[in-house]
């Protein structure tokens, strides 16, 4: 059975300022392409995870990380990961039954498939072999590239259409630190669906839908929502240490009564995005 991965992707949050002026609340709220960049990362964070995660439901006896199913290998692969369950390893859940599994990447740092680096601990615990599967993610003081995680990420996978296919509703409410300290938690609901490769014996054909809206909360209290206004596509052929999977899509922002947007592009394999505000464009990075 190929692994599924749910790129659930792209949350990017900017910090806010705001003050008031002889009695009247004066907007000077800003929406900054560096912030967008920088909050781009943090996407990149989710999407990692929540590959892992799943790669863990779906091989339930799978003691590594780079698991190998008959027919392909996940892009996760660090050998420097280790997995532990409960029930234990060589004894069969029955159905229904709760099973955690616990992914230690270490405390020096972890090098997954894409480039991307890890440590601590993702804790997932899910009911074995129910046709509705449910996960919920936790953190053990868990780092990807110096962006420290806490909170939880719960999931719901239906088989939905016909022929039959994967549709994840996850439901976000997670903290942030990033490396000079800045904390933003955030809150909503994404969904993925798996449009194209489902079933197919390579990974490379898998497309994968992403819809959602949510809301970031910065230090100042600020608060700001985006929002997936077309959707984002996430392709599988575009996985490397160079290359981005997010391909295509639109996020709109709006904090206060400013908004933005950040384009993907046309699905072209490359790691940046288009952010425009007030009608000017830059470009930014989205990888690392």
């Not at 600020?222 to 391909?247: D, E, G, N, V």
């Not at 490359?270 to 007030?278: G, H, R």
């Amino acid at each position: 059975m190929k692994t599924r991965i749910l790129i659930l992707s792209a949350v990017f949050s900017i910090m806010a300022i705001s003050c008031s002026k002889d009695n009247n609340d004066v907007d000077k709220t800003t929406i900054t392409a560096e912030e967008a960049g920088i909050n781009s990362k943090a996407d990149v964070v989710s999407d990692d995870v929540t590959g892992i995660s799943e790669n863990q439901v779906n091989n339930v006896d799978a003691n590594t990380v780079d698991y190998k199913s008959s027919i392909e290998q996940s892009p996760f692969a660090p050998p420097c990961a280790t997995v532990t369950r409960v029930p234990a390893f060589g004894t069969t859940p029955t159905a229904g039954q709760l099973v955690t599994k616990t992914i230690d990447f270490g405390t020096t740092g972890c090098a997954l498939g894409n480039g991307n680096t890890v440590k601590g601990k993702i804790i997932i615990t899910f009911n074995y072999n129910l046709p509705v599967n449910n996960w919920t993610v936790t953190f053990d003081n868990f780092y990807h590239n110096n962006i420290k995680v806490n909170g939880t990420k719960t999931y719901t996978r239906t088989m939905v259409g016909t022929p039959a296919h994967p549709k994840v509703t996850v439901d976000i409410n997670i903290t942030i630190t990033l490396s000079d300290g800045r904390v933003l938690t955030r809150t909503g609901q994404r969904v993925r669906e798996f449009i194209t490769g489902y079933g197919t014996s390579s990974i490379t054909d898998d497309v994968h839908q992403v819809t959602g809206s949510w809301t970031t909360t910065f230090p100042n209290t600020t608060t700001q929502t985006a929002t997936i206004t077309s959707p984002i596509l996430l392709k599988m052929s575009c996985f490397s240490p160079t290359t981005s999977i997010l391909s295509q899509g639109t996020i709109t922002y709006v904090r206060g009564r400013h908004n933005a947007s950040l384009d993907f592009g046309d699905g072209t394999c490359d790691n940046i995005a288009i952010f425009t505000k007030d009608g000017i464009s830059v470009q930014i990075n989205i990888g690392r």
